[in-house]
C-alpha cells in the first residue's frame, strides 16, 4: 500500500461536509444518519433494499470527472458509510426551502399519498430523485420509478396522483442547492487520496466486524484505493479480502448477521472502471457502471436488454448496483447471468504478480464452477464485462417469471437466442437459464442439437425434452420443481413461435406434457450438498 | 387528484421525516438494545440455556428468561402464553431468552452465545394433522337456521367442496418496537408501537409484578399494524420493560423485518369444508359450512376471528338454512392473530367461490346469480339472526352494474377469451392471455363481536386561548383517527380544524380502553370526544347566557382579578345548548331566544334591544375560567343495542353493516400464471362520510392489501415450521406496478344509517373483503377453459382454486395436465 492514505469518510451531507472515521464507518448508512447525525427521517424496515423506506439521494462523480454529479435514490440500508466516501448526499430533512415542502413533499400531502407514513419519507426522495432528471411524471414513468418502493397503506393510487402531480421548483432544485462547483471540487479535493479507515473489534456492528477473534489483525478495515495497481496489490496481499463495488448483496448479507471477510476493498476509487467502452461490435462494460448507466449504453445497441432490465430490481439498486457485482455474486438466480451467458460475454480481469497487472479475459462459459464458485484466481479482480452485439443476437429475447412482477427475484429467467439461415437452417442457437440449477446454465447439448437442423415440430419438441432432462430446478419460496419445469417449457415454445414463427409443416405446437419418468428421475438428481446450498441461498433471497 | 376534505393531520410530519415513531426516540445515556434468541423448531423441549458465555461478552448487560417473569402467562382472550417460554418451545421463533446489550454488535454476539440443550418432539403443522389428533382450541361453535339436511336433500342442485386459504403476514411497515423507561419506585413507561395500550400495560406489568397503576403506555402513532399490534406487541414491550427492569436503564427493542416475520402470527389459515344446495335458478337454498381454523400454538384472538368468519358466512346473500360449525385448530405454527378484516373474509370467500362456481355449473351469469340471491325486503334476516338494517346491497350491486359497464365488458370478455381459446395454439400471438370478471360485494358487521369492548373514553380539554385538546385511546396508525374525532369535536364546538390537537394516547389519561380495532377506532372513541365536548359545551353555553345580560364592563376577565363583582354562578342543567349556537368560531344566541332567557333572570341591561349576541369562542373560554368553570371533561361511551348470545349463536351481533361492491377485471398469463389485475370498480357505503378523502384512502389501501392476500402473497414454511419467506424478497406484498391499471372508488351516498355517530359508517376493514373479487375474476377466467374442456372442468370441481391464487397456482388451475404433482399440498 502507498503511504498516503486518509482515515475519515468525507462526504457532502444536505450541503455540509461530514467526515466519519472508524466503527461509524462501518454502519449503514441507514443507521448512521439515525443513530449518529439525529436524522430519523429515514426508516429502516427490511434491511435488504426491498421496500425503500431507507431512500435517500446521492451524487458522485468519479475521481478526475469532468462531469457535475446527478442526484439519483438509494437505498441507505445497505450501504456502508465509508462507500460514500466523496459523495453528495441529502436526505429527507434537507428538501425543504425557505420553511416551504419541496414539490414531491407538497403533492403527497396534498393527493393523500401518506397514511402511517412510515415509508412516505422514502417515496419522497424517490419522487425527488426522479424529479432531478425529469421535468415531469407520467403514471408510466411515476410508476417505474416507485417500483422500489414498498406502501402498506394506500394501494398506492394517491401516490400515484402525486407523483403525476408534482411540478419542478427551481428554488427545491437539489442540484442548484447542494451541488455548487465549490462543494463539488472540495470534495473532490478532500477525498483524492485512498481512504483506509479502520474500525474496532468490538466497536462496529456492520461491514468486516464479524469474526470472533481479539486479534488486532482481525480489526475490519475498508480500503479503497485510487488505482487499480492498488487495488491488485491490496488483493494480491489480502487472501481473505473480500472485493466490493457497490456491495448490495453484502450489505444485506451483513445485516443478516453473515460473517464475511474482516478486509474489505472497494473499487469505488477506480476511475477507470467507470467507463463502457464500445468496441463496434462488442461493449465493454466497466465494473462500476451501474445497471442505470447500462441500461443508457445498450438502449439502442441491446434493445432487448436494456428492456429487460427495467423489470428487475428497483431504480435504487440500479442506480449504485453493477452488472460486475451480478456477476461476481454469483447467485443462480443472477438476472443478468443468462444474458450474459448467451450471448458469450468475456470476461476481464487483473491481477498482482511479478511486480505488476496480469490481465486476463476468461470466456463466460467457463466461468460459473459450482454454486457461488468462480473460476477466478485468488487476488483477481474482474475490471469488465465484454458483451458481444451486433447481428448474431438479432433473435435474442430474455424472459423472467417471478411471484410478483416487478422487484422480484425470479423463480426462473431465460435468454434464447435461436437463428436460421437463409439456406433454412438453424445457424445459431444460445439457451442459457437461471434459477433451475446451481449455476446459471447454457445449455450446449441441444444448442449443438439444433444447429445445422431445418426448424421443424419435432424438433423443438425433442429440444424441448432435452432442455427438461438436463434442468435441477428446486422447491423453494418462489415455486416449486415441477412449477419451474413447466415455465422453462412454456418459455421455449412461446420464444420458438414469437420469434421463428410456427414451424413449417407443423400443424401446432401442443400443450407440453412433461413425463413422469423426467420428473422424478431429475429433481431428486445432483449433489445435495450444493442443492441445499442453493436452497438456503434462495430463502434468504436479497437483490443481487 | 386533489379532494377537498381535510388532509391527515399528520400529512406535513409524514412529508417530511418529522414523524415521530418509537425507534425515533433519541437514545437515552446508557440505553440498552433488546433482542429475542428463538429456536427454529416447531416443538421441542428445553432441557438447559446457558447464557453464561453469552453474558461474558461485552456489551451484554442482561439476559432475561422465563425465570424472571413475574407471571410468565399472557393472552387477549385466555392467558395461555408464557412472555418467555421455558420448559417447551410450541413453535419456530418462540422466544427463549432477551439480550439487553450497549451496542447492536454486542447483542447480536450475545445472541450467537447463548447455548441451548433441546430434544425435538413431534409437530403439529397443518390443520389437517391437527384435526386427526384432535388438536383444538376452544370448543366447537356453531350458528344454525331452518333444516338444512332437508334442504339439501331437496335441493335440484348440490354441490360440495373444499376451500385452502392461506395466512398473509401484516407487513406493517414499522416493525415490532418498544422503549422502556424504568421510573422510580418501580414503575415502568413503556412507549409501544401498539393498537392496544391497555393491554400492554397490562401485559408489562404482570411481567413486572407491578400494579397495573405502575405502568404508563404511551402510543404517539404506528407506523401501520393492520391487526398484528393488536395483541402481539404486548409481549414486545414487556421484553424491554423486563431488560429496563433488571437493569434499571431505558430498553430498546426494534424487530427486524426477519424476526417480527419469524416471530409474530399471521392472518389464521382456514380450510372450508362446504355443501350446498341450489335450484336452477341459482338460488341458494342450503348451506352446510365447517370451518377449521390454524390457531398456531396458542389461543390469542383465534376464536373471535372463528366467530366472524361464522358470522360472514353469509356475506350479502340470504340463504334460508344454514349450519356454519367453526373449529380452532390448535399447532405448532406461531399464534396466529387479528389482521384487517378478522375472519370476515374467510367467510366472504367461501360463498362468493360458491356463486361463481354455480354460474359456472348453470351456464349462469354469476352477477345474476348474486342479484338473485341478495339480502332485500323480505329476506332480510341474517342466520343469526339480526335483521339487515340500512340494506343498501341490491342498490349497490344495480348502481355498480350500470356505472362500471358490466354487461358490455362481460361480452367484450367472452369474445375476447373465445378468440384466444380458439386460436391455432397456447402460443399464437395474441393468444396468450385469458381474461376474467366478477363483481362481489361485502356486508361488514361493525361492533366487537365481544360485548363489553364495545365503549371508549375520551379526555377534551380546552385551553385558556381556545386550543382544545383530546385524548383517547384510539391509536393512530395511518387511518386518520385522530382526524375524524378533530373534525367531529371542531363541528361539536364549531372551531376550525386546527384548533384542535388530538394528543398522544397514553393509558394515564385514557385507562381501561379497547384496541383500535375492528374499525371501530373512530365510532367509539369519536362518540366519547363528543360526549365529553358536549359537557364542556352545556357549560359555556350556560355562561354565555349569563354574559348576554351582563354588561361587558362587568364580565369576568374585567373584574373577576378585582372581585368587584359577584361571581357568575352557572347551572348546568340548564337546557342552554338548545339556545346557543356554536358555529365559526362563536358562540351567538339569537334576540328571541335571548328574551327566554331574559324573562329567567333577574338582570336587566342592553339586550333588549340587541339583536343577538355574539361572543368569540376563546373569550367566553377565557371568561368561563376565570368563573371558575370547568374546562376539562371525561366522555363514556358504550354501544347501544347489542346482544350476541356466543353459544346460542344468534341475536344483535353488530351495531350496523358497512356495505359495499367492487367489480374486478384481471388477465391471466396462460403461459406463467400471472395475473395483472387491469380495472377496479368500487362503489362503497360508509354512510354519511366525515372525512371523504381519508374514506376513500382506507378503501383503496385496505383493496389493494387484500389483493396481496389474494394473489402473490404466499407464506411459506419448512419442515420444521420455520417460516422461510420471512422477508420483501420472498414475501411479495403488492407494488406500485400492481395496483389496479384503473382504479375507481366511489362512496355511496347514504344519509340512512341511524345507527351510528353522525350517521357514519366504518370503513378501516371492509373494503378488504372487495378484493375477493380478484380472485373470483381469476376464477372466472379458468371458468372459460372449462367450459370447452371436460377434463379442465373436472379438475376445477375437485380442485378448488387456494388462496392465494399465486401464478403457480393460477397456471395449475389453468392447465393442470401440465402438472403431475398434488395440487394442494
Known amino acids: 500500500m502507498i503511504a498516503k492514505t486518509r482515515d475519515t469518510v468525507i462526504f457532502s451531507l444536505n450541503g455540509q461536509v461530514t467526515k466519519v472515521g472508524g466503527d461509524d464507518a462501518f454502519m449503514t448508512l441507514a443507521e448512521w444518519l439515525r443513530k449518529r447525525a439525529l436524522l430519523t427521517g429515514t426508516k429502516i424496515v427490511c434491511a435488504e433494499g426491498d421496500c425503500g423506506a431507507c431512500t435517500v439521494v446521492r451524487g458522485f462523480e468519479p475521481r478526475n470527472s469532468k462531469k457535475k454529479p446527478v442526484f439519483a435514490a438509494m437505498n441507505s440500508c445497505i450501504t456502508a458509510v465509508a ?130 477473534t481479539t486479534a488486532e489483525n482481525n480489526r475490519p478495515v475498508f480500503y479503497a484505493p485510487t488505482t487499480l495497481l492498488e487495488a491488485c496489490k491490496a488483493a494480491a496481499k489480502n487472501k481473505n479480502a473480500r472485493l466490493v463495488a457497490a456491495a448490495t448483496d453484502v450489505g444485506v448479507q451483513v445485516n443478516k448477521g453473515k460473517a464475511l471477510a474482516p478486509f474489505i476493498i472497494s473499487l469505488q476509487h477506480l476511475a477507470e472502471l467507470y467507463t463502457v467502452l464500445s468496441k463496434g461490435t462488442s461493449l465493454l462494460v466497466g465494473a462500476r457502471v451501474n445497471l442505470t448507466q447500462l441500461r443508457s449504453a445498450v438502449a439502442k445497441s441491446i434493445p432487448e436488454f436494456a428492456k429487460f432490465l427495467d423489470i428487475f430490481a428497483s431504480p ?110 438453424i445457424s445459431a442457437a444460445s439457451l442459457a437459464f437461471g434459477g433451475v440449477a446451481a449455476t446459471p446454465i447454457r445449455l450446449g447439448k441441444v444448442e449443438r442439437y439444433l444447429i445445422g437442423k431445418a426448424p421443424s415440430h419435432e424438433l423443438f419438441d425433442a429440444a424441448r425434452a432435452m432442455i427438461d432432462s438436463q434442468l435441477m430446478p428446486l422447491s423453494d419460496a418462489r415455486g416449486s420443481d415441477i412449477y419451474r419445469r413447466v415455465l422453462i417449457a412454456n418459455i421455449f415454445q ?44 434462495i430463502a434468504t433471497g436479497g437483490p443481487s | 387528484m386533489k379532494h377537498a376534505s381535510p388532509p391527515h393531520d399528520s400529512s406535513i410530519t409524514h412529508v417530511t421525516g418529522e414523524s415521530e415513531y418509537v425507534d425515533d426516540r433519541t437514545m437515552l445515556a446508557g440505553e440498552l438494545f433488546v433482542g429475542c434468541f428463538y429456536l427454529k423448531v416447531a416443538h421441542a423441549e428445553i432441557d438447559a440455556i446457558d447464557t453464561s458465555a453469552a453474558l461474558k461478552i461485552p456489551g451484554v448487560a442482561a439476559i432475561v428468561t422465563a425465570k424472571d417473569v413475574a407471571h410468565n402467562a399472557w393472552g387477549p382472550i385466555f392467558q395461555d402464553q408464557p412472555i418467555i417460554a421455558d420448559k417447551v418451545t410450541e413453535f419456530a421463533g418462540e422466544v427463549l431468552a432477551v439480550v439487553g446489550a450497549t451496542t447492536p454488535e454486542a447483542l447480536r454476539r450475545g445472541l450467537a452465545a447463548i447455548k441451548i440443550r433441546h430434544r425435538t418432539r413431534p409437530a403439529i403443522l397443518t390443520i389437517g394433522e391437527a384435526i386427526t389428533r384432535k388438536s383444538f382450541i376452544g370448543g366447537e361453535r356453531f350458528i344454525r337456521r331452518g333444516d338444512v339436511d332437508k334442504a339439501l336433500n331437496d335441493a335440484p342442485h348440490r354441490m360440495s367442496g373444499k376451500l385452502v386459504i392461506k395466512g398473509a403476514d401484516h407487513f406493517y411497515l414499522e416493525n415490532q418496537s418498544a422503549v422502556a423507561y424504568p421510573k422510580e419506585a418501580g414503575q415502568m413507561e413503556v412507549h409501544s408501537s401498539t393498537q392496544h395500550p391497555t393491554e400492554t400495560q397490562h401485559v408489562v406489568a404482570e411481567a413486572l409484578g407491578v400494579n397495573f397503576s405502575d405502568v404508563v ?89 372463528m366467530e366472524r368468519a361464522m358470522l360472514h358466512s353469509d356475506n350479502a346473500y340470504f340463504i334460508a338454512n344454514v349450519e356454519v360449525i367453526g373449529q380452532v385448530c390448535k399447532t405448532n405454527c406461531h399464534p396466529h392473530t387479528a389482521f384487517r378484516g378478522f375472519g370476515g373474509p374467510k367467510g366472504v370467500a367461501v360463498i362468493e367461490g360458491i356463486i361463481e362456481d354455480i354460474a359456472r355449473e348453470l351456464k349462469l351469469d354469476a352477477l345474476d346469480i348474486r342479484k338473485s340471491n341478495v339480502y332485500r325486503e323480505g329476506h332480510d334476516v341474517t342466520h343469526y339472526g339480526q335483521v339487515v338494517e340500512n340494506n343498501r346491497l341490491p342498490s349497490l350491486f344495480n348502481e355498480l352494474e350500470k356505472t362500471s359497464d358490466y354487461r358490455r365488458r362481460r361480452s367484450d370478455i367472452s369474445l375476447f377469451n373465445h378468440n384466444v381459446l380458439t386460436a391455432t395454439n397456447r402460443f399464437s400471438p395474441g393468444a396468450e392471455t385469458l381474461r376474467g370478471l366478477s363483481m362481489t360485494a361485502v356486508k361488514f358487521g361493525i361492533s366487537f363481536t365481544t360485548k363489553f369492548l364495545n365503549q371508549g373514553n375520551a379526555l ?225 357505503d360508509v354512510g354519511r362520510p366525515i372525512n371523504e378523502s381519508l374514506d376513500i384512502g382506507q378503501v383503496s389501501g385496505a383493496f389493494v392489501q387484500g389483493m396481496g392476500w389474494v394473489t402473490t ?13 420471512h422477508s420483501p424478497s420472498t414475501y411479495k406484498i403488492p407494488s406500485v406496478q400492481d395496483t389496479p391499471r384503473e382504479f375507481n372508488i366511489t362512496l355511496d351516498h347514504n344519509p340512512g344509517n341511524k345507527a351510528n355517530i353522525r350517521g357514519t359508517k366504518a370503513v378501516g376493514e371492509p373494503p378488504l373483503l372487495l378484493a375477493i373479487s380478484v380472485w373470483s375474476a381469476v376464477k372466472d377466467a379458468i371458468r372459460y377453459v372449462s367450459e370447452r374442456d371436460a ?26 395436465h401440465l402438472f403431475t404433482a398434488p395440487v394442494i399440498k
Request: net charge positive; glycine share 8%.
Open chain 1, 316 to 425: 435504487q439498486i440500479k442506480n449504485v448496483a453493477t452488472l460486475v457485482g451480478n456477476l461476481a455474486n454469483a447467485s443462480p438466480i443472477g438476472d443478468t447471468l443468462p444474458f450474459l451467458l448467451a450471448t458469450n460475454a468475456v470476461v476481464h480481469t487483473a491481477r498482482y504478480a511479478q511486480g505488476k497487472i496480469n490481465r486476463r479475459k476468461i470466456s463466460i462459459q467457463d466461468f460459473f464452477i459450482a454454486y457461488k464458485k468462480l473460476a477466478l484466481a485468488s487476488g483477481e479482480i474482474i475490471t469488465a464485462v465484454e458483451i458481444p452485439t451486433g447481428k448474431p443476437f438479432r433473435n435474442l429475447r430474455l424472459y423472467k417469471v417471478s411471484q410478483r412482477k416487478d422487484l422480484d427475484i425470479s423463480a426462473v429467467s431465460a435468454a434464447l437466442n435461436i437463428d436460421v439461415s437463409t439456406s433454412g437452417k
Open chain 2, 713 to 725: 402473497e404466499n407464506l411459506v414454511y419448512d419442515n420444521e415450521g420455520y417460516l422461510l419467506s
Open chain 1, 83 to 212: 462507500q460514500m466516501d466523496g459523495s453528495h448526499l441529502v436526505t429527507v430533512e434537507g428538501l425543504k426551502a425557505d420553511g416551504e415542502l419541496a414539490p414531491a413533499q407538497e403533492a403527497m400531502r396534498a393527493c393523500h399519498g401518506s397514511q402511517c407514513g412510515y415509508c412516505t419519507p422514502g417515496f419522497v426522495m424517490a419522487i425527488t430523485g426522479a424529479l432531478e432528471v425529469l421535468p415531469n411524471l407520467d403514471r408510466k414513468t411515476a410508476a417505474n420509478y416507485l417500483t422500489g418502493n414498498l406502501c402498506r397503506c394506500t394501494g398506492y393510487s394517491p401516490i400515484l396522483d402525486a407523483a403525476q402531480s408534482v411540478v419542478r421548483s427551481p428554488k427545491h432544485s437539489l442540484a442548484a442547492r447542494y451541488l455548487s462547483p465549490t462543494i463539488v471540487k472540495q470534495l473532490r479535493d478532500l477525498t483524492n487520496i485512498p481512504l483506509e479507515v479502520r474500525g474496532s473489534l468490538l466497536g462496529s456492528s456492520h461491514l468486516g466486524s464479524k469474526t470472533n
Open chain 1, 494 to 537: 412461446r420464444y420458438v413461435h414469437t420469434t421463428l414463427g410456427t414451424p413449417a409443416g407443423a400443424s401446432s405446437l401442443g400443450p407440453c406434457r412433461l413425463t413422469d419418468e423426467l420428473i422424478n428421475s431429475d429433481a431428486s438428481s445432483g449433489p445435495a450438498n450444493t442443492q441445499k446450498a442453493f436452497t438456503s441461498r
Open chain 2, 791 to 816: 377434463d379442465h372442468l373436472a379438475f376445477n370441481r375437485t380442485h378448488l382454486l387456494p388462496i392465494p391464487a399465486t401464478a403457480e397456482q393460477t397456471l395449475r388451475h389453468l392447465d393442470p
Open chain 2, 217 to 305: 403506555c404511551i402510543v404517539k402513532r404506528l407506523g401501520g399494524g393492520f391487526g398484528g399490534k393488536e395483541s402481539q406487541s404486548s409481549p414486545i414491550a414487556a421484553y424491554a420493560a423486563l431488560v429496563a427492569n433488571k437493569t434499571k436503564r431505558a430498553a430498546r427493542i426494534v424487530l427486524t423485518k426477519d424476526d417480527d416475520m419469524i416471530m409474530t402470527g399471521k392472518r389464521n389459515p382456514f380450510e372450508i369444508h362446504y355443501e350446498v344446495g341450489f335450484d336452477k335458478k341459482g338460488n341458494i337454498l342450503a348451506l352446510r359450512s365447517r370451518l377449521y381454523s390454524d390457531g398456531g400454538a396458542y389461543a390469542d384472538l383465534s376464536t373471535a376471528i
Open chain 2, 460 to 684: 377534551v380539554q380546552v385551553h385558556r386561548d381556545g386550543s382544545i385538546q383530546v385524548s383517547t385511546g384510539a391509536v393512530e396508525m395511518g387511518q386518520g383517527v385522530n382526524t375524524r374525532i378533530a373534525m367531529l369535536v371542531a363541528e361539536e364546538f364549531g372551531v376550525s380544524l386546527d384548533t384542535i390537537r388530538v394528543m398522544t394516547t397514553s393509558t394515564e389519561k385514557n385507562a381501561n380502553t379497547s384496541p383500535t380495532a375492528a374499525s371501530t377506532g373512530t365510532d367509539i372513541n369519536g362518540a366519547a370526544a363528543v360526549l365529553a365536548a358536549q359537557k364542556i359545551k352545556q357549560r359555556l353555553s350556560a355562561l354565555a347566557l349569563k354574559l348576554a345580560i351582563i354588561s361587558p364592563e362587568n364580565w369576568p376577565s374585567k373584574t373577576a382579578g378585582l372581585g368587584s363583582f359577584p361571581e357568575i354562578e352557572i347551572d348546568t342543567l340548564d337546557d342552554s345548548p338548545g339556545l346557543t349556537d356554536f358555529s365559526g368560531n362563536k358562540i351567538v344566541i339569537p334576540r328571541r331566544k335571548l328574551s327566554n332567557v331574559s324573562s329567567n333572570n333577574t338582570a336587566t341591561g342592553q339586550l333588549k334591544n340587541a339583536e343577538r349576541f355574539s361572543i368569540s369562542f376563546p373569550q367566553l373560554v377565557n371568561e368561563a375560567y376565570l368563573s371558575r368553570i370547568s374546562l376539562g371533561e371525561y366522555g363514556h361511551h358504550r354501544t347501544e343495542n347489542l346482544g350476541f348470545n356466543k353459544l346460542t349463536g344468534q341475536g344483535q351481533a353488530f351495531q350496523y353493516f358497512s356495505q359495499g361492491a367492487a367489480l374486478s377485471e384481471v388477465e391471466v398469463n396462460r403461459h406463467s400464471g400471472e395475473i395483472k389485475v387491469r380495472r377496479v370498480d368500487i362503489l362503497m
